[in-house]
């Protein structure tokens, strides 16, 4: 028998038209197990619940959806994009429900599951092999990414690191979902940075109710992001090699650099603290969390933005050979 579909669901049903639908509304915690401080609470926002596994499929719902419905994403496009992975996944999920074809260029540093996950869904998938002369591989990236745009008809570059649709996803979403569910408003704001978008958008929505609102971006060890010089980094989706259009220091009041080791390290005292299964990312978030709490004034409502999981990183972060390795850089450093 064949089922007859029906009109499109709304806000409050309970069938989806596609996995698309369920981006976001992620659960808000309190991590005071972690963070017993009288005075202080802890809230974490967990986009490392998002069906595609990070906070990336709400970028990338919005850019393809309303990159279609304004023209700039012409129907049967191949889509371009650089990403080191979760953005990549995220980006394949929304094409292969839209009909579109994508490509995704990716580096050594790409998780190997993201990239199968990716191939999963029709998406194909390059290597760049060559670092770029701050270390990492986005110029790298990106110098295929123009090729490609020069040389293949019908393709759209997405451009994360400069599309305004990046940060305005996070600002009616993830923002305005923490806006909602807090009745006191929060006193800081903690998230990670590569395009900067998640943490911009979020901040400028919050700051709508809490007008003092301190950001704090959690940034990596080798990023350039924040003027700090290049050096090689093996978690990927946190940090950058170039300052992406997207950035905007003057809505940022503190930046927390932390290495590849204290990252997975902060993962792992996470699951044994709060039994969350995160990646780097959020490790990178918990320890910027770390160093605030030990200066702030009480009371403090700080939340932080967790996001990516964790099964993505089991050759990483959740591998102790890998640890080993990443703390006798951060010893030599």
């Given at each position: 028998m064949t089922l007859?579909?029906?009109?499109?669901?709304?806000?409050?049903?309970?069938?989806?038209d596609?996995?698309?639908?369920?981006?976001?509304?992620?659960?808000?915690?309190?991590?005071g197990r972690m963070f017993p401080q009288?005075?202080?609470?802890?809230?974490?926002?967990?986009e490392l619940m998002n069906p595609g596994g990070s906070m990336k499929d709400r970028s990338a719902r919005y850019i393809v959806g309303h990159g279609l419905a304004d023209g700039s994403i012409p129907p049967g496009s191949r889509l371009v994009e650089s990403s080191s992975g979760n953005f990549g996944v995220a980006v394949a999920m929304a094409a292969?429900?839209?009909?579109?074809?994508?490509?995704?260029?990716?580096?050594?540093?790409?998780?190997?599951?993201?990239?199968?996950?990716?191939?999963?869904?029709g998406a194909d998938v390059e290597t760049v092999d060559e670092p770029d002369a701050a270390g990492g591989y986005l110029h790298t990236r990106l110098a295929r990414v123009h090729e490609m745009l020069a040389t293949t008809a019908?393709?759209?570059?997405?451009?994360?690191?400069?599309?305004?649709?990046?940060?305005?996803?996070?600002?009616?979403?993830?923002?305005?979902?923490?806006?909602?569910?807090?009745?006191?408003?929060?006193?800081?704001?903690?998230?990670?940075?590569?395009?900067?978008?998640?943490?911009?958008?979020?901040?400028?929505?919050?700051?709508?109710?809490?007008?003092?609102?301190?950001?704090?971006?959690?940034?990596?060890?080798g990023s350039v992001i924040f003027g700090g010089p290049g050096g090689p980094r093996e978690l990927p989706g946190l940090g950058a090699s170039r300052v992406p259009e997207l950035h905007s220091p003057a809505e940022i009041d503190r930046v927390v650099a932390v290495d590849d080791a204290t990252a997975a390290e902060a993962c792992r005292d996470?699951?044994?603290t709060e039994a969350i299964f995160a990646g780097g990312s959020t490790g990178a978030?918990?320890?910027?969390?770390r160093r605030l709490?030990?200066?702030?004034?009480?009371?403090?409502?700080?939340?932080?933005?967790?996001?990516?999981?964790?099964d993505r990183y089991l050759d990483r972060v959740w591998d102790d050979a890998w640890l080993d390795r990443a703390r006798a850089r951060r010893g030599s450093s």
């Open positions: 007859a579909r029906g009109p499109r669901p709304t806000v409050g049903d309970p069938v989806l596609s996995v698309l639908d369920a981006v976001g509304a992620t659960p808000l915690v309190e991590l009288p005075g202080i609470r802890v809230l974490a926002k967990l292969r429900l839209h009909g579109l074809a994508f490509t995704c260029v990716v580096d050594p540093h790409a998780s190997p599951a993201n990239v199968a996950i990716m191939r999963g869904l019908g393709t759209v570059w997405i451009n994360q690191y400069a599309n305004d649709g990046n940060w305005r996803a996070h600002y009616h979403g993830t923002g305005a979902e923490i806006a909602d569910a807090m009745d006191v408003p929060p006193t800081h704001l903690v998230g990670a940075v590569s395009t900067c978008g998640s943490l911009l958008g979020c901040a400028r929505r919050l700051r709508e109710v809490a007008g003092d609102l301190q950001v704090v971006a959690a940034d990596a060890v996470l699951l044994a978030v918990v320890t910027a969390v709490v030990e200066d702030v004034t009480p009371p403090a409502r700080i939340v932080a933005i967790l996001p990516d999981r964790g």
